[in-house]
């Protein structure tokens, strides 16, 4: 069969509607949330407000409800009060999943990766093309795939491998593939640097920065990881007490008086953190000067 044969044509009435890319100022608007399990409750008059376009790093200790709140935003958790708007779309006035209309235009890493064990890494990616663009040729279909695929950092040839030949850290990037595969306005990140050495965390960060910078995305991170929320976080969100106590720059953070905060960003491993992240922004400074020095030597 040619490649243009009309049997072989999709009708460009029969494609699904493609939106408008969101516009506003705050893609992610939470007011009032509350979650609970039986007699337990994880959210109390829970608010918060994401900016388009920013990298918002969620920490909060054991128990707070990180998870619980990517689950609400997304659809997959039902609240028992409170409203909540993505992308200008209310969820928690849907009714079933179905009513949640815009699932094409955001991206979810789960912890793990979450893939699929008998599909491939290629396969594992097209599941979302599949399911909201059935009427793309195959052909097409496995091209974006395998271009998702190199653009999360992995190898051409990792496409054709299943989850069990991956590294930990490939699982995660192959998992990130998945995510960008319908190129989403918002994507979100479930503690995507756990159990990652810290070479492949932060070569994991590099990543979702240059990913946010190129693709113009609003990031919502969930992490504990503080060389994470140093180096790429535009802001952070405090998850304590029920609700969100505090959001802001870890500088603007560090200026509260909450116990929980100072302990956080102000133990051993906050203060290792801040340092190295002091010492790397010198180290980019000094190349920087340096590339600047050599640029007058040889123009002279």
Not at 68 to 82: N, T, Y
Not at 232 to 249: Q, S
Request: proline letters at 5%.
């Amino acid at each position: 069969m040619s490649e243009h044969d009309p049997a072989n044509t999709v009708d460009e009435a029969d494609l699904p509607a493609v939106a408008e890319p969101f516009t506003g100022d705050n893609p992610i608007v939470i007011e009032g949330l509350k979650n609970s399990f039986g007699d337990h409750v994880i959210h109390e008059d829970l608010s918060l407000t994401v900016r388009r376009g920013e990298i918002i790093g969620v920490v909060g200790g054991s128990g707070t409800g990180k998870s619980v709140l990517m689950r609400s935003i997304i659809g997959l958790q039902i609240p028992d009060a409170g409203t909540i708007e993505v992308l200008g779309s209310s969820i928690t006035d849907a009714q079933d999943d179905d009513d949640i209309d815009i699932r094409s235009r955001w991206g979810v890493l789960f912890q793990g990766g979450a893939l699929f064990s008998t599909l491939t890494v290629a396969e594992n990616v097209e599941v979302p093309l599949l399911e909201f663009y059935p009427e793309i040729d195959p052909e097409l279909r496995h091209e974006i795939a395998r271009y998702k695929v190199m653009l999360s950092g992995l190898p051409e040839e990792a496409a054709s491998k299943y989850p069990a030949e991956l590294s930990g850290g490939m699982k995660k990037r192959a998992g990130l593939a998945r995510a960008l595969a319908l190129d989403p306005e918002v994507l979100f990140l479930d503690e995507p640097t756990a159990g990652l050495d810290p070479i492949g965390a932060a070569a994991f960060d590099r990543l979702t920065k240059e990913l946010q910078e190129t693709l113009g995305l609003t990031v919502f991170l969930i992490t504990h990881d503080l060389d994470t929320l140093y180096e790429i976080c535009d802001r952070v969100a405090v998850l304590a007490e029920k609700k969100v106590i505090a959001v802001g720059t870890i500088p603007e953070l560090l200026a509260l008086d909450h116990p929980w905060i100072q302990e956080y960003f102000n133990g051993p491993r906050g203060r290792a953190a801040q340092n190295s992240q002091e010492r790397g922004a010198q180290a980019r400074e000094q190349g920087h000067a340096d590339s600047v020095d050599n640029s007058g030597e040889q123009g002279a």
